[in-house]
Every structure is written in structure tokens, then in C-alpha cells.
């Protein structure tokens, strides 16, 4: 396994109401886009993710927040593991469904629907 | 942790032994099960009644030599999905007749509150967080029962069944 | 089939009122996610990859038109109209939200439907041979005693917290369609000497990343003794099953713990205990089953000869309905009837997904045409188990206009996928994309009928929901520093004579899965003698021509 160099994580949750996978902004909001994350560089500021996700997580906004590595690829955050690549697409047999779908439809990045 | 009997917070009247200490002549006490084996002095005639604690690793049926002088078995939920005391509770009721208190102690869930009293449990410990009403509300939730011999009062049974 | 009576309809209501209440208490924040998951699960809900997922019971893989017509209603409205249907012959939703779930459940009970103890470490939806009542090599229909047994489990107040989840499958028939040897508990209608019918007991088989064939715990048992039986096991797995490790929990590790014989003993000394308990016998009253019996009386067929000369004329017109009909329907006990099997394996398709449409569709040819009764088996595809055979060629044409014609029944693109890494937080590694891949490579119908019976499974994980230790061939998905890999087995069955697959080696990407496969399926044609199987061929050679033919390229 490659040396880690520096750390490159965000952190993500499932909205409590609906389940949706989302993702901890910069503002301390959740966005369904990883493209909006709140990317971490140090241990540090990890850290201070996960508390604030776990703050979200007592307030019964998200379940289960927790931390991934991500490489940024042309400047965009993107999940290591194909898990997590997985929950920021959806079912990659029915490209139809899920944020691949609302994706192609426009609807990611920056200016999407924050909660 | 408060107690839950009979729909009301009762006291504990029964005091806690812990481990080898003495248990004095009169009042309520509650012994670790392994104190009936080899402790005769616990067995003692006194005023106060008996009550034992038995751990879920371990047979009802051991006590069946001293049930007749027990008013109280408290079985553990170390936590509220460890449901091995539902099977003690159903032995002491079922197969051995017991008669007295039958308690939940450790982490009973209010949710479980219709598992517990159907399998013989007649008094809960809980948490701040399930007060009475909660207990209440899911002992209602669901009255009617599909196996016959595990009502609790007031259940509705299946028909026949 | 059974319907509910004042006092089921009552209960299912008011469980669901009690989960609604549950639900609200999670999103104010009474109740922790700790504390709510157990409770959930124990309704069926999950929280997945991309959202929630509810599994819906369809209490031994029967259903009615009405029900499967809800189920459609349910998809459209809450869902992104479609479901899939599973192995243990549930139906799966994708994408309910937490809010919406008790209106979900409340239009399942207005059908006589639930999700009740569709997960959690309780007894689960009890499953039974798909072809129930009317598979022509039965002894008894099996159904009484599973809905008995659904009955007795719903929210068992003694084992609803157990070491792990329990699974129960019964069937009456001489060849196991319902996979029993591979379950908690396997009942098996049998007859004694004296020709009465009763059930053989096994215990402690299941799939997991311990894979184990079931014992027989009792060769004959009395019918009536059923339910006081399953009581002692249950009991005896409750208090001495353990739960130091939840890979170690299941009621098979207590069994091979422990031994056959004595655990054997613990379960018969029990079981004296609970006959010597008193009160009520412990006999099942035989009002209740006899009440419950009515329900699966069989219906009022049609005298009909046994072959129906218009059917004939039209096999012989088009091949390819001739060819559906000799797949997919299977010998009905009655004269001049047929059971249809609804093949939900398109090639190239996700196996065992319906769109909302299919499911009306199906709902429509079954009220025309199979008494309104479905079945759904546990390989994730549909059942007509009422159709007479001067009706095939219409059921035949409705359903080929919905895509759901496909002649494969028990070959090569029949294939058992669990929803894998696309859907499941538990997954490793994706299933469906390799079962689609798999298909389309043996799509061509003469090579499927070439290769004859074959039966694929593919799971996502180790805990094996698509059964892939008991796959002619098995494909079980993992994860190898964060890339999908795929590891393959050979020769288990799930069948009357279970048997566990044989690991080949080292595992496959995913690209090369199909290619392997077809090596695997061209070294047994090529080795086969005239008539026999896959499994038999395999069973003769063991696995080293197989292992040769995937591994021989990368040696040299």
C-alpha cells in the first residue's frame, strides 16, 4: 500500500428522514455532493469533522457520520474505495436512479440542494 | 434505576448484598445466586424476604432446591438484545411454577415491555429516558397473542391456538 | 391461500401503529440509533448504501393478485417502481424514506401483508417449495403448518432477541425445492413406517462464512407435536447459543459445538420439560389446524384430459413458445394443468427485479388464469400454479409482452444474485453486474439447452444471501484492497442431496469472471458422459479438470 502522504478526508452520513447519502460542507451544512465537502488535510481538522458530525448525529439530523479517504481528481474530491465511490453514484446497474441520475440531470456541485 | 410494578414506580425494598458480605437479621435482600449453595446462614429463618440474582449464563433450574423460600428472582439484561432471562423467566413460571417477583434488571428496553410480561416478568428496571407512560404505551401496543400459554394479563389470545 | 381472520388483521394493525410510534419517537430523538436499529430492523428496515431498504414478508412465497398489485401500488408511490424479489422469497424496496414507512406498512396490512421479523436475530419469514399444493411429487402441501408457524413466531415473546436471526423451511415434496438442509431448521414432510405423514427435523445447517448441511434432529415427528418441538430447539439455541461472537452465533455453531448426539439430548430433555409443563397440551389443537387447512384446500379443477390438442398444435407452430413450455412449466399434480414458471432472469437483466408494470401485469394473467394465486420462489423468480394447459399460449403471449418469457428455468442465466455492493452496506463486492455479464455471454437459447441444468448463485459478501455455496457453480464477491474480486466454487446444491461448493483458487476480477465461467461450463461438456449434468459430471471428476481449465493460462 502506497505511503499516505498527507490526509484527504471528508466525512459522510445517511440523512436521518429519507436516508440520503450526504456530505459535510464547509459551512457545517450536509450536501448530496461530494463535490461540496468539506475536504480535511490534517488529523486535525478530521477530528473536528467527525465532531461536528457527531453533533449532527445526537441532533437526529444524519446516522452513522464517519470519515473517508478521497483523491482529488481535476480538483474534485472523489471516495477511494469503490464503496464509497458507489454511494456517491448509486446502483451501478440502474444508472437511472440515484445521484448519477440527478447528475447527468444537472444537478450537482456547487448551487445544489443543501440541508 | 427506577423500578416499574404493577403500573407505578415502586422503592426497592430489597438491599443489595454484594458479593460474601453478611446479611443482616431482618429486611428485603437480594443475594447472588451462588449464595443459596454453599451459604446456609442466607437460608437462615430471619424476618425479610429472599431474593436472588441470577446470572443469564446460568440454569433456572438451579434453583429449584430453595424456589419455595425465594419471593424474588431478578434475572439480567446486560443488554437489551441479550434475551437469554426470557427463557429463565419462561422456566420459572412454566416448567417450575415460581410464584414470586420476577424482575428485569440491567438494560430492559420499554419496547420489550409485551416480551417481558408474556414470558413472566412482573417488574422492570429502567431509565430516565423510558418513563412510566412509555412502559405503558408499549405494553399496549400489541395485545393479541399467537401462543396460547405465553399470555400475560389482559392479552387477547388467538383463538383455539 | 390463508386470509386473515378479525383477530390477524387486529394484530398486524396494531404492530404497525406500534412501529409508527417507534418512528416518531427516533426522529424526535427519544430513542437513540442504538436503540431504534433493533426495533426497525425488526420490521424490516434497513439503512443501506444510498438509502433506507424495506424487506417485505410473503410468508411462504405466497401471494395473491390483490397483494401483488399493492406491492406494485407501494413501489409507485414510495418507491422508484420497482422491486426485487430475494431469496428468502421477500420482496426488497430500494428506496422508502424513514418517514414514509408506516403508511407503507399500514397499505401492506389493508392486504393482509407485513414485514414483520424480516430481519433482526428472530425467526424470520418462513419459506416453503414454491410449487406447494400442486408439485406433482408431493406428499402433503406444506403451507398449513407454515402459516402455523408464521402465526407462532410473530413476535414470539420468548425468541425475538436471540443469539442471531433464525430461519425455518418446510416442504412436503421429495425433492427439496426449498433449499431445507441449508436452513436453522429444515422440516421435511415424510412418512413413518406406517405410512403416516409426519416431519423430519433437521437443525443447524446455513450458508455464512461457515457453510454447514443440516442434521436430522428428529427422523419422524408426530404433525400435532410440531410447534412444542420447535419450542425446545428454539430454547434450547435462546440460552445456550453464543453470543460472544456474532460469527459464531448461529444455531449450527451450537450444533457442531456441542455435537450431534448431545446436542440431540439437550433438545429431547427439553423437550420432555415442556410435555411435562402442564397446562395447556402441548399438542397443536387440531380445531386450529383444521381451520387453518381449509384455507389450503384445493381448488375446484377442471376436468380436463391431460393434454390439450389446441396446445400441441401451437408448440409445434413456434418454436420458441415450445421451447418456454418445456423450460418453464413444470408437472402439475392435476390433470390438464400446468405450473408456469415466470423466469425474472431476462438476459442481460437483474435477476429478480420487477418494474411495478410487471407486477400488475402478472397480477392481471394470474387472475385470469391462475386462480389469482402467485408464488414467489427462492430463486427470485414468479409462479403460476393454477394454469390449464388450453390457457398457456395466452399466459404465454401476456407475459412475453412484458419481458418476462425468458426460456432459462434452471439453466446457465438463471442465476441467484444478491443486490451486492449496487445496493447493500454489508456488500464487498457488486453481484448483479457479473450475473448480467454472465447472462449475456450464454444468452444464445441453443447453448443454454446444450449445457442443460446450471445453476449459478452469486453473493456480494460472505454472509451468502445469494446462496452461493450451494450454486452448481458459486460466485462469492470480496474485496482485496478496495478492488472487487471474485472467488469461485464448485459442485455445492441445495438440493434433497446438499452438498457445500469446493473453493477453486485463487479468486477473478471482475472482467475475467465470465470468460472463467465458460471454461468451467466447456471442460464439462467436453468431459461429460451422455445424460449427465453438470453436477453429476462434477461429482465424478472432481475438481481437478475444472481447476486446470481456469488456472492452466495463468501457469504458463
Redesign the interface.
Known amino acids: 500500500m502506497a505511503v499516505k502522504k498527507d490526509v484527504r478526508q471528508v466525512l459522510t452520513a445517511n440523512l436521518l428522514k429519507d436516508g440520503l447519502v450526504v456530505f459535510m460542507t464547509d459551512g457545517a451544512a450536509w450536501s448530496p455532493w461530494i463535490e461540496d465537502a468539506a475536504i480535511a488535510t490534517s488529523k486535525e481538522s478530521a477530528l473536528e469533522l467527525e465532531g461536528r458530525g457527531n453533533i449532527a448525529a445526537k441532533a437526529n439530523v444524519v446516522v452513522g457520520p464517519y470519515l473517508i479517504d478521497v483523491i482529488e481528481e481535476n480538483g474534485r474530491p472523489r471516495a477511494n474505495l469503490i464503496r464509497e465511490h458507489l454511494r456517491t453514484l448509486g446502483p451501478t446497474v440502474r444508472t437511472d436512479l440515484g445521484k448519477q441520475a440527478e447528475r447527468a440531470a444537472g444537478g450537482s456541485g456547487q448551487g445544489g440542494a443543501f440541508i | 434505576m427506577p423500578l416499574i410494578k404493577n403500573g407505578h414506580y415502586i422503592d426497592d425494598a430489597y438491599i443489595r448484598i454484594e458479593g460474601e458480605a453478611p446479611v443482616p437479621d431482618d429486611g428485603d435482600v437480594l443475594v447472588d445466586a451462588v449464595r443459596l449453595k454453599d451459604d446456609t446462614a442466607v437460608l437462615r429463618p430471619r424476618q425479610g424476604k429472599l431474593g436472588v440474582l441470577l446470572m443469564n449464563t446460568v440454569?433456572a433450574e438451579e434453583l429449584v432446591p430453595h424456589l419455595s423460600k425465594l419471593a424474588l428472582v431478578a434475572l439480567e439484561f446486560p443488554q437489551?438484545?441479550?434475551?437469554?432471562a426470557?427463557?429463565?423467566a419462561?422456566?420459572l413460571r412454566?416448567?417450575l411454577h415460581f410464584k414470586g417477583e420476577i424482575r428485569a434488571t440491567g438494560k430492559p428496553?420499554a419496547?420489550?415491555a409485551?416480551?417481558?410480561?408474556?414470558?413472566g416478568f412482573d417488574c422492570f428496571e429502567t431509565n430516565t429516558?423510558q418513563p412510566l407512560d412509555v412502559w405503558q404505551?408499549?405494553l399496549d401496543?400489541?395485545?393479541?397473542?399467537?401462543?396460547?400459554?405465553?399470555a400475560g394479563l389482559g392479552d387477547?389470545v388467538?383463538?383455539?391456538? | 391461500m390463508y386470509r386473515y381472520d378479525e383477530f390477524d388483521h387486529t394484530f398486524v394493525r396494531e404492530r404497525v401503529a406500534q412501529f409508527r410510534d417507534q418512528t416518531l419517537r427516533r426522529i424526535s430523538g427519544e430513542l437513540t440509533e442504538d436503540e431504534f436499529r433493533p426495533l426497525r430492523l425488526m420490521n424490516g428496515l434497513y439503512l443501506q448504501l444510498h438509502a433506507y431498504m424495506l424487506r417485505i414478508a410473503i410468508p411462504y412465497g405466497t401471494l395473491s393478485s390483490k397483494q401483488m398489485r399493492q406491492l406494485a401500488f407501494i413501489g409507485d408511490k414510495w418507491d422508484k417502481n420497482y422491486g426485487h424479489f430475494t431469496t428468502r422469497q421477500n420482496l426488497q424496496f430500494n428506496w422508502p424514506k424513514l418517514e414514509d414507512t408506516a403508511d407503507i406498512l399500514q397499505a401492506l396490512a389493508d392486504v393482509e401483508m407485513h414485514a414483520i421479523q424480516t430481519s433482526g436475530n428472530c425467526i424470520r419469514n418462513v419459506t416453503a417449495d414454491h410449487w406447494a399444493g400442486v408439485a406433482a411429487d408431493e406428499i402433503e402441501d406444506p403451507r398449513p403448518w407454515a402459516e402455523l408457524l408464521r402465526q407462532w413466531s410473530s413476535l414470539h415473546p420468548e425468541f425475538c432477541f436471540l443469539p442471531r436471526k433464525f430461519k425455518i423451511a418446510v416442504t412436503g415434496a421429495e425433492a427439496d425445492r426449498a433449499a431445507v438442509a441449508f436452513h436453522d431448521i429444515g422440516l421435511k414432510i415424510v412418512r413413518n413406517a406406517d405410512g403416516e405423514a409426519g416431519f423430519q427435523v433437521l437443525v443447524g445447517g446455513g450458508m455464512g462464512r461457515t457453510p454447514m448441511i443440516a442434521k436430522v434432529c428428529r427422523a419422524w415427528l408426530p404433525k400435532g407435536e410440531l410447534l412444542s418441538y420447535i419450542e425446545a430447539v428454539m430454547r434450547v439455541y435462546n440460552l445456550y447459543g453464543r453470543r460472544d461472537n456474532k460469527y459464531k452465533a448461529r444455531i449450527k455453531i451450537l450444533l457442531h459445538e456441542e455435537g450431534d448426539d448431545v446436542f440431540r439430548k439437550m433438545v429431547d430433555e427439553e423437550y420432555e420439560k415442556v410435555k411435562a409443563a402442564g397446562g395447556v397440551s402441548h399438542l397443536v389443537p387440531e380445531k386450529e389446524i383444521a381451520r387453518i387447512e381449509t384455507y389450503f384446500a384445493p381448488p375446484i379443477y377442471d376436468a380436463l384430459p391431460d393434454e390439450d390438442a389446441q396446445l400441441t398444435q401451437h408448440l409445434r407452430a413456434n418454436s420458441k413458445m415450445a421451447r418456454w413450455y418445456e423450460v418453464n412449466c413444470a408437472k402439475h399434480k392435476q390433470r390438464g394443468y400446468t405450473i408456469v414458471n415466470i423466469s425474472l432472469k431476462p438476459e442481460g437483466g437483474i435477476p429478480g427485479d420487477a418494474t411495478s408494470d410487471q407486477m400488475r401485469a402478472v397480477a392481471g394473467i394470474a387472475d385470469k388464469f391462475s386462480l389469482s394465486e402467485i408464488r414467489v420462489s427462492h430463486a427470485q423468480n414468479l409462479v403460476l400454479p393454477y394454469v390449464r394447459k388450453k390457457d398457456v399460449v395466452a399466459v404465454y403471449h401476456a407475459l412475453e409482452k412484458y419481458g418476462m418469457a425468458s426460456a432459462n428455468l434452471g439453466l446457465v442465466t438463471d442465476i441467484i444474485a444478491c443486490p451486492g455492493l449496487d445496493y447493500c452496506a454489508l456488500a464487498t463486492a457488486r453481484s448483479i453486474p457479473i450475473a448480467q455479464a454472465i447472462s449475456k455471454r450464454f444468452e444464445a437459447p441453443e447453448r443454454q439447452k446444450q449445457i442443460g441444468d446450471l445453476a449459478i448463485k452469486i453473493s456480494g459478501c460472505i454472509n451468502a444471501c445469494g446462496h452461493h455455496h450451494a450454486g452448481h457453480i458459486g460466485i462469492l464477491g470480496l474485496d482485496k484492497a478496495g478492488k472487487e474480486f471474485y472467488q469461485i466454487t464448485l459442485g455445492g446444491s441445495a438440493d434433497e442431496h446438499a452438498s457445500i461448493g469446493t473453493i477453486m483458487g485463487p479468486g477473478f476480477s471482475d472482467a475475467e469472471v465470465p470468460t472463467a465461467i465458460e471454461k468451467i461450463v466447456d471442460t464439462y461438456i467436453g468431459l461429460r458422459q451422455p445424460g449427465e449434468t453438470f453436477l453429476g459430471a462434477y461429482r465424478r471428476l472432481g475438481a481437478a479438470p475444472f481447476k486446470e481449465a481456469i488456472y492452466a493460462q495463468a501457469a504458463e
Open positions: 440454569d437489551f438484545h441479550d434475551g437469554r426470557f427463557s429463565q419462561r422456566v412454566h416448567t428496553m419496547d420489550q409485551g416480551h417481558l410480561v408474556r414470558c429516558r404505551r408499549a401496543a400489541v395485545r393479541g397473542v399467537y401462543q396460547r400459554d405465553y387477547v388467538r383463538k383455539d391456538l
